[in-house]
T-cell receptor, first 116, second 111 residues
């Protein structure tokens, strides 16, 4: 069964360092997403991406964040200068369509980021 | 903006007990509604969904009915098992927004 894969599963970094989280979405999916979950809290939407550009982003997704689809398979989230409050589980997701008709997202297992 | 509000946890039940986790939504359009489940150490998985009013989504003994009049999508299961222990997220998707999740409700089922 096709699945979304994420790397690394866990990354520890120093405050101020740049981090890149990688995702390989399901191959025939067209919409890609990043969500994050701070420990014990709700899953928060960060950004959606379609046709090589951002479709929507939340207020959390400020200038320190960026996303990219550098080739036909990877979808990356970059945090330029990490802060302590960026410590969270980051989930990548993909879907065939966007919106209410199908709407089902397929999630990866997450990348845990710890900022020291 | 569109949002969901779900019952705060944690919820602790004995095996074979009846489960209800409440979820209400706010949306300007006609959203689809979802329940996702997150087992320990894993990502979110779709549990069930409903795309229009009065639809009932069901899977693995869980069910939820899309109630437009009460803007609700409560999750129910008649007899929970230890293996149902997980965090359950209510979510919605609409024309105007990508998927939005509730805060999650942690369920622990004891033998």
């Amino acid at each position: 069964e096709p699945e979304v894969t994420q790397t690394p599963s866990h990354q520890v970094t120093q405050m101020g360092q740049e981090v890149i989280l990688r995702c390989v979405p399901i191959s025939n999916h067209l919409y890609f997403y990043w969500y994050r979950q701070i420990l014990g809290q709700k899953v928060e939407f960060l950004v959606s991406f379609y046709n090589n550009e951002i479709s929507e982003k939340s207020e959390i997704f400020d200038d320190q964040f960026s996303v990219e689809r550098p080739d036909g398979s990877n979808f990356t989230l970059k945090i330029r200068s990490t802060k302590l409050e960026d410590s969270a589980m980051y989930f990548c997701a993909s879907s065939i369509n966007r919106g209410p008709i199908t709407g089902e997202l397929f999630f990866g297992e997450g990348s845990r980021l710890t900022v020291l | 903006g569109d949002s969901v509000t779900q019952m705060e946890g944690p919820v602790t039940l004995s095996e074979e007990a009846f489960l209800t986790i409440n979820c209400t939504y706010t949306a300007t359009g006609y959203p689809s509604l979802f329940w996702y489940v997150q087992y320990p150490g894993e990502g979110l998985q779709l549990l069930l969904k409903a795309t229009k009013a009065d639809d009932k989504g069901s899977n693995k003994g869980f069910e939820a009915t899309y109630r437009k009049e009460t803007t609700s999508f409560h999750l129910e299961k008649g007899s929970v098992q230890v293996s149902d222990s997980a965090v359950y997220f209510c979510a919605l998707s609409s024309n105007n927004n990508d998927m939005r999740f509730g805060a999650g409700t942690r369920l622990t089922v004891k033998p």
